[in-house]
Nanobody, 126 residues
């Protein structure tokens, strides 16, 4: 069982930055591939970034590539999403998710993720 708690969301002006954090419970955090998803009103949940168990492999959606950076700390049981050059279209609820995998790969789709956080709101004003 893994519990995920996100923090760091808020209101920011376009061009600004935010850093989301996701704290995970449990002793086996390093066995989970992690992802950050977002969902805006009326839109499907999309993966914006994902990272493998070791942190050696990452994935970014085209819409955030070059602006967002995902990282993880397997000692602190945490995953982070640094968001720079934010745009109004980045406004959404952001979710942290964990997928238990036997291989060191990234997971880009929601289905394999076993655990989800409660979400944190990010609002970017123009």
């Amino acid at each position: 069982q893994v519990q995920l708690v996100e923090s760091g969301g808020g209101l920011v002006q376009a061009g600004g930055s935010l850093r989301l954090s996701c704290a995970a419970s449990g002793r086996t955090f390093s066995t989970y591939s992690m992802g950050w998803f977002r969902q805006a009103p009326g839109k499907e949940r999309e993966c914006v970034a994902a990272i493998s168990r070791s942190g050696g492999n990452t994935y970014y959606a085209d819409s955030v590539k070059g602006r967002f950076t995902i990282s993880r700390d397997n000692v602190k049981n945490a995953v982070y999403l640094q968001m720079n050059s934010l745009k109004p279209e980045d406004t959404a609820v952001y979710y942290c998710a964990a997928a238990y995998l036997v291989s060191n790969v990234v997971v880009r789709t929601p289905t394999p993720y076993n655990y989800w956080g409660q979400g944190t709101q990010v609002t970017v004003s123009s």
